[in-house]
């Protein structure tokens, strides 16, 4: 049984924007962690493609089974209330949540968003992948570019004593966001679960999930 989580990151001109397809599953009673993850889309739209055009592909993703009802995270931050707001009129069959991505380490809900902390969505991503929780299926055709993206990223310690995460100078993180914004949803969403049959974005479907990020130490 399982339930499905959206994570996109809104790209401005120079950038990207990207989409992360989760599958949650629940572990047996008897696990230390109430949940594992399994990354089944990986989605990036050429530089240039306009907001209405990204609102027509989600809509015609989540118009079936499994991702019908699914969680819709979309990062705000760059693109502004517009955007978002073109999400919401188009009344998508999915739960909305939208993000502002903050700096410092706090999270808060106020004015329909949720800000949250980039070090909270990273560290998120990170710590499932720690704990061999957060698995990619290797017909993902972008899986390669995420990889790259992760080992781009690098943590600086501020003078207040503040982790920070960021990509290298020129380096992109579209890919990686999008999936951070889904990590974090589903480990704090109630569980929705549903048995339909998956099809994988973007590729075949591919029952072997590696165990973390291949080739990053």
Known sequence: MSDY??????????????LA???????PVCAKHAWQFGCRGLKRWPLG??????????????????LRNAHLVIDGTGVGRPVVDMFIKAKLPVKLVPVLITAGSHYSF??????????????TLIVQLQE?????????????TLVKELQNYRVKI????????????GAHDDL???LALACWQAERARS??????????????????????PGVG
């Open 21 to 27: 397809v989760l599958e949650r599953t629940e572990m």
């Open 49 to 66: 493609t306009s907001y209405p055009a990204i609102v027509d592909n989600l809509a015609a993703m989540v118009q079936k089974s499994p």
């Open 158 to 169: 501020t003078p207040a004593a503040n982790e920070v995460f960021n990509a290298r100078e």
């Open 110 to 123: 106020h004015d329909g968003y949720h800000h949250v902390a980039k070090v909270v969505l990273i560290s």
């Open 5 to 18: 989580f959206l994570g996109l990151d809104l790209g401005q001109a120079a950038d990207w924007s990207a």
């Open 192 to 213: 929705e679960v549903s048995d339909e049959p998956f099809v994988l974005i973007g590729g075949r479907y591919d029952p072997f999930f590696t165990a973390g990020y």
């Open 132 to 144: 061999r929780r957060l698995r990619f299926a290797n017909a993902l055709p972008e899986t390669a």
């Open 176 to 178: 990686l966001l999008a």
